[in-house]
């Protein structure tokens, strides 16, 4: 463009006389030029969004929106079931989730007795952050702008609050406004207690973005290393093989018992509540089980009143707990929630994994060694049985997550359905 004919240019029908207005119209064409050759994406706050996949935005409008929920409560995998459910509400709400307080303690009643710990004292902040990147967010409540721009949002509760008026609610949040304030606090019934409105393998991405904290997970290392230990002295291996052992989520506590009862008589089943001799009578028949082999025993020592559990284990099954393992004061100077947290990374890392089906830690277990394994199939390394359902031979019934199921209501509360 020849800038000597500048002098009578007119822009939008001005006369563009001054330098200024040349300037500025140069400036102008630039912008335009811009908007148009390079990709629809843009800079806010020094990260790059793109028009598509924004998360925790609304399109068109860049500031961010935020979700709130009430502290998250109950034991370990309730409260990861609950917070993926919070996730996914604040994805389909298109907003960012505050990171939520958990509970290191465990009340299932007395709320004002509950020990609140961080989220980030737990899991990774960051690190849940990348690798859930454009699924779903978290945020700090230091990221408000203004805490007073907040709608309270009450959680309907009971049998009139069916899952088509939870829905309704969450649509009817979603709607575009002129006046949507900043953050969207739910009160009310705890999100465990949430209607379920997404399939497997959307919770499967939120569980696999959790990440232990390294503390946590170098205290799973240490229990780990005590049991590869144990079973190298009894098993003929190089020192580059990996010693193998089984890990069992024996469910055999008092509060266990009292539930799974109730449970059998409500579904007019028989096959949730197992006895310590039905467990290790159908661990010792896992078919093509090498032994000798050290066998984790996974039990919560407080609510225990069985001390027998180490007693009538076949022969070539070497049974230990934390006492007999030697790792009690490992788990002893860490609150329940953090104690569970090792427990789950132990049996995760195990060869084998035998749990009750109608259990959320070991629902939740098998659905990540499912993802593992890469979905529906046989793998020697990563194998799982319902010790509560009896398969071939006598032995557990093998277990993997179907993910391609429309809902998480059988890993939530149980399900003798336990086939891809």
């Known amino acids: 463009m020849d800038l000597s004919n500048l002098k009578h240019l007119r822009f939008f029908g001005l006369r563009l006389t001054s330098l200024l207005s040349k300037t500025f119209f140069l400036i102008a064409i630039a912008f335009i030029f811009r908007t148009l050759l390079l990709p629809k994406s843009f800079e806010f706050g020094g990260i790059k969004l793109h028009e598509q996949g924004l998360s925790g935005m609304k399109s068109g409008n860049l500031r961010m929106k935020f979700l709130e929920v009430p502290q998250i409560v109950w034991g370990l995998n309730n409260q990861k079931i609950a917070f993926a459910r919070a996730c996914l509400t604040a994805r389909l709400l298109n907003r960012t989730l505050l990171m939520p307080s958990l509970s290191a303690s465990l009340f299932y009643k007395e709320i004002d007795q509950l020990e609140p710990i961080s989220f980030d004292k737990v899991f990774q902040f960051e690190k849940f952050n990348s690798l859930c990147k454009g699924f779903v967010q978290l945020g700090r409540y230091s990221d408000l702008h203004n805490q007073s721009d907040i709608i309270v949002v009450q959680k309907g509760s009971g049998r009139r609050w069916?899952?088509?008026?939870?829905?309704?609610?969450?649509?009817?949040?979603?709607?575009?406004?002129?006046?949507?304030?900043?953050?969207?606090?739910?009160?009310?019934?705890?999100?465990?207690?949430?209607?379920?409105?997404?399939?497997?393998?959307?919770?499967?991405?939120?569980?696999?973005?959790?990440?232990?904290?390294?503390?946590?997970?170098?205290?799973?290392?240490?229990?780990?290393?005590?049991?590869?230990?144990?079973?190298?002295?009894?098993?003929?291996?190089?020192?580059?093989?990996?010693?193998?052992?089984?890990?069992?989520?024996?469910?055999?506590?008092?509060?266990?018992?009292?539930?799974?009862?109730?449970?059998?008589?409500?579904?007019?089943?028989?096959?949730?509540?197992?006895?310590?001799?039905?467990?290790?009578?159908?661990?010792?028949?896992?078919?093509?089980?090498?032994?000798?082999?050290?066998?984790?025993?996974?039990?919560?020592?407080?609510?225990?009143?069985?001390?027998?559990?180490?007693?009538?284990?076949?022969?070539?099954l070497q049974p230990v707990e934390k006492k007999k393992l030697g790792v009690v004061e490992i788990y002893k100077k860490h609150p329940y929630l953090i104690q569970s947290a090792i427990d789950y990374e132990v049996c995760l890392r195990a060869d084998v994994f035998v749990g009750n089906s109608y259990s959320t830690f070991s629902s939740l277990l098998v659905l990540e060694r499912t993802v593992r394994s890469g979905g529906c199939g046989t793998s020697d390394h990563v194998r799982s049985y319902a010790y509560n359902l009896k398969g071939e031979h006598g032995g557990p019934r093998p277990w993997m997550t179907s993910l391609s199921d429309s809902s998480l209501e059988a890993i939530s509360y149980g399900s003798n359905n336990i086939s891809c």
């Open 162 to 316: 069916t899952v088509k008026r939870d829905l309704d609610q969450l649509k009817e949040l979603n709607k575009n406004t002129v006046d949507e304030p900043e953050t969207v606090r739910i009160v009310g019934k705890n999100p465990f207690l949430w209607h379920d409105h997404w399939p497997v393998k959307d919770y499967a991405k939120v569980f696999k973005c959790l990440v232990l904290v390294d503390e946590i997970s170098k205290e799973s290392d240490k229990v780990v290393a005590k049991i590869r230990e144990l079973g190298s002295g009894s098993n003929t291996v190089s020192s580059n093989d990996r010693v193998p052992y089984i890990a069992v989520h024996m469910r055999i506590e008092k509060d266990w018992m009292i539930h799974c009862k109730k449970r059998e008589q409500r579904s007019n089943v028989s096959d949730i509540c197992s006895s310590k001799d039905e467990i290790t009578t159908r661990v010792s028949k896992i078919p093509g089980l090498k032994t000798p082999m050290v066998v984790y025993v996974a039990v919560a020592d407080a609510l225990l009143e069985d001390g027998s559990i180490l007693d009538g284990w076949s022969q070539g």
